[in-house]
């Protein structure tokens, strides 16, 4: 069993940046490939990153890529997701999620299905 508490978020100008962290409670943390997914209102949730439990692969969303930054420390039993560049498009609720499968799956790990637990959420939201 995993709890997850996601923070970080909050209110920010386009262009700018946040810095947004999970906190894992449980004995197996590094078992556990680490995601975020993000939903904004009216739409489905949808994938942004992904870490496999090590940190030594990540997969990105295209709307992402080169602009966001997945991580974790192990041995905090933290994730975090650095995001720079924001654009107003970027604004939702983000969630941190755990699969029990160590190893990213390209097929399977963008999908929110793959994931066993998840945290409550933490609201991005990017001005223009």
């Known amino acids: 069993q995993v709890q997850l508490v996601e923070s970080g978020g909050g209110l920010v100008q386009a262009g700018g940046s946040l810095r947004l962290s999970c906190a894992a409670s449980g004995r197996s943390f590094s078992n556990y490939a680490m995601g975020w997914f993000r939903q904004a209102p009216?739409?489905?949730?949808?994938?942004?990153?992904?870490?496999?439990?090590?940190g030594?692969?990540?997969?990105?969303?295209?709307?992402?890529?080169?602009?966001?930054?997945i991580s974790r420390d192990n041995a905090k039993n933290t994730v975090s997701l650095q995001m720079n560049g924001l654009k107003p498009?970027?604004?939702?609720?983000y969630y941190c999620a755990a699969d029990r499968?160590?190893?990213?799956?390209v097929a399977l790990t963008t999908r929110?299905?793959?994931y066993d637990?998840?945290?409550q959420g933490t609201q991005v939201t990017v001005s223009s």
Request: aromatic fraction near 16%; hydrophobic fraction near 35%; charge should be neutral.
């Open 89 to 93: 498009e970027d604004t939702a609720v």
């Open 112 to 114: 929110s299905l793959s």
């Open 42 to 54: 009216g739409k489905e949730r949808e994938f942004v990153a992904a870490i496999s439990w090590s």
């Open 56 to 69: 030594g692969s990540q997969y990105y969303a295209d709307a992402v890529k080169g602009r966001f930054t």
């Open 117 to 119: 637990y998840w945290g």
């Open 101 to 105: 499968n160590p190893t990213l799956r």
